[in-house]
């Protein structure tokens, strides 16, 4: 239903977005999946601006905190702060769809607006900016380990991860330790938390800039490789089995798609094939120990 609501040709969004600069400080038409601020031409048709969308915050990639993907993705309006030359803006993006002769574009509005930097307790020894990032960083990190969380995972935060494009081909690897309950019992949670800890270490020195690693919770983890064919995800699990050993013991099961569809049913469905399999290997792995 919402989607019919936000519906506009060029004309009528033309003429929107004028009256809307009257009003906030900056309004634009983003396409998130390419990371382009597009302009709408009296002619009718679209253009790009020659620079990337998170150029304006002063950023060299993506936004971590890409709320024009989580609107586009998510169906509906999602907010953050930025900060641009030492002020705090807050900003609203919402999903629409352009209506073009030559079919349908869904993009996003960006209305921003200077905020008080006073809702954010400034530091002498950090910037505004920094002070920001650094805040929206631990929204989507795992505590203990540092790794991604499951935040960041159910808002498909790895589909774009440092890429401007949106990955559509990747492999989702699950594994989990073995006896890592035993460790705990036996010498302790430190002493299990300093092994998951260097587990997500390990990990996440073993992927690429653009790949995930993320705790699901307790002794498991998935770690999501992007853009790869499937004997990649494959060698990943080998590499990454052998890297392990000096620190832990690990069961391993995969995933993997020519297309992803964002789509949490889809989502489910890619965990809960990678669960199959690392179950599969683990009772493999306990049929193979000696009585």
Known sequence: ???????????????????????????????PTEVAVLRLEENGTISKEPFPCYQTWSRDLRCRNCTGMQGLLGE???????????????????????????????????????????LIQQEKDRSLSQQLDEIQEEVYRDPLTHAFNRRYLSEFGFLYHNMDQLCRRLGFIVLDLRQFKLVNDTKGHLAGDRVLVEVARTLQS???AQDSVIRMG??????????????????????????????????????????????????????????????????????????
């Open 76 to 118: 509906q309006p999602s907010v953050k702060f930025e900060c641009r030359r030492d002020h705090l803006f807050y900003i609203v993006s919402r999903p629409l769809v352009l209506e073009l002769p030559e079919g349908e574009l869904q993009v996003v509005l960006e209305i921003a607006n200077r905020a008080d930097t006073a």
């Open 218 to 291: 307790g002794d498991e983890f998935l770690v999501v490789l992007t853009n790869c064919g499937e004997e990649v995800v494959s060698r990943k699990i080998q590499e990454l089995d052998e890297a392990l050993l000096p620190v832990a013991a690990a069961d391993f099961g995969y995933s993997y798609t020519e297309f992803f569809q964002d789509e949490k049913c889809f989502l489910q469905e890619m965990l809960e094939t990678a669960d199959r399999r690392m179950y599969a290997a683990k009772r493999q792995a306990k049929r193979l120990q000696p009585t």
């Open 1 to 31: 239903m919402e989607r019919q609501e936000n519906r506009y040709t060029v004309t009528v969004m033309r003429d929107l977005l004028k009256n809307l600069q009257s009003i906030f400080e900056m309004v634009r038409l983003v396409d």
């Open 206 to 208: 073993r992927v690429r």
